[in-house]
């Protein structure tokens, strides 16, 4: 059998358990990361934002923040102001911290299509995420003009983060929603990645572009220069009919995914890491795979699309669910993904999203070179 991470161009996109629903958000890729690792802290400065790729394996605990910026507020200072906060932050030197230790924390930031659109509407991060089905979403919870996302593994650290961050903007930001999330723990898929079960009881995140040079190809921006080494994020809040889908004889809930829920084996055979064989077929001629599982209806392949790094934190309010993010550096390969899965991904219908929203993730920074400085000069 072939194994997913010799072919980069085939995935399960867990479209709506996705934790990656997916991913990811939020900070950090799915790996191999032993506890006092963690520990040891994540450089904030680089040619990308920790909390993509870095740390390797996700922490487990997650908040973002979605905002609005004030009209006529000067995006560049307000980033570079932000940009200094996360590296206070990650050194232990913001006074608000008050003496906690910020451990593994990442801070990763984005703009949202209106700011993004103003600087040039033809880059990459300018376009605003379409309508779907299965939503249910309010104006306050549809776009926004800033992402804050904060990952640790200390869930006291991330409020008292974000409020530093929040106090650092003052008044030139306008809160939207935030949401707080959870990750459980992880399963070994080889010797470099693992991936955690996601609230419906599966192994999701089992690929993606977990190699540097599968990144460049799919998750990193390489132009225009002032984009450069960002890369496009999706959040997507979800409802999720658990009740309803853990009611399911087994063998139909490994149906509806395309993948044994034991073991995360593609029905088709193998293990977790094994390439699906999405033409393996029953000597009666039945597809292994159902035509309308999840692993099916999102496959990279069969979409023509590139890998998303995807990850899902569960949540517990407002309603019991997830929080799904993918980073890919072209909005198609999520929004092409999800057209196909809406017509007929037997996932979907357990699912209501009630929050949406892209972001250009801005490039790295350092001291020396402001956050969002390229972009808004």
């Known amino acids: 059998m072939r194994r997913v991470e010799d072919h980069p161009s085939r995935r399960a996109f867990l479209g709506a358990g996705a934790t990656a629903l997916a991913a990811g958000l939020a900070g950090c890729e799915p790996g191999v990361t032993r506890p006092e690792q963690r520990a040891a802290g994540v450089p904030p400065t680089g040619r990308h934002q920790a909390g993509v790729a870095l740390p390797r394996e996700a922490q487990p605990h997650l908040l973002v923040v979605v905002a609005d910026v004030g009209d006529g507020v000067a995006v560049g200072p307000l980033l570079a102001d932000l940009g200094a906060a996360v590296l206070d932050l990650a050194a232990g030197a913001d006074a608000r911290l008050l003496g906690l230790p910020p451990g593994d924390l990442t801070v990763t930031v984005g703009v949202g299509p209106r700011l993004v659109r103003a600087v040039d509407p033809a880059l990459p991060g300018a376009a605003d995420l379409p309508a779907f089905a299965h939503e249910r979403v309010v104006p306050q919870a549809r776009g926004g003009d800033l992402l804050v996302q904060l990952c640790a593994g200390d869930p006291v650290v991330l409020p008292v983060a974000a409020g530093a961050l929040l106090a650092r903007a003052g008044d030139r930001v306008r809160e939207r929603w935030r949401q707080s999330g959870r990750r459980g723990s992880t399963v ?167 929050a949406t929203a892209t972001f250009l993730i801005l490039p790295g920074f350092d001291r020396d070179h402001p956050l969002g400085a390229a972009l808004f000069a």
């Open 188 to 354: 070994p898929v080889n010797q470099e990645v693992s991936a955690p079960r996601n609230v419906f009881g599966f192994v999701d995140g089992v690929v993606g572009p977990h190699t540097a040079e599968r990144q460049e190809r799919d998750l990193w921006l390489a132009g225009p220069g002032p984009v450069a080494g960002g890369t496009l994020a999706v959040l997507r809040r979800m409802e999720l009919d658990l009740a309803r889908f853990a009611a399911l004889p087994v063998a139909a809930q490994e149906a509806v995914f395309g993948r044994r829920r034991d073991t995360s084996a593609p029905l088709s055979g193998g293990t977790v890491a094994t390439d699906p064989d999405l033409n393996a077929k029953t000597p009666d001629g039945r597809y292994l795979i159902p035509a309308d599982a999840h692993l099916r209806r999102a496959h990279s392949a069969a979409v023509g699309v590139g890998l998303m790094l995807r990850r899902s934190y569960s949540i517990d309010e407002p309603s019991p669910g997830l929080l799904f993010m993918s980073f890919q550096n072209d909005i198609r390969t999520f929004t092409s993904t999800l057209t196909r899965m809406e017509n007929g991904d037997a996932l979907l219908p357990f699912t209501t999203t009630t």
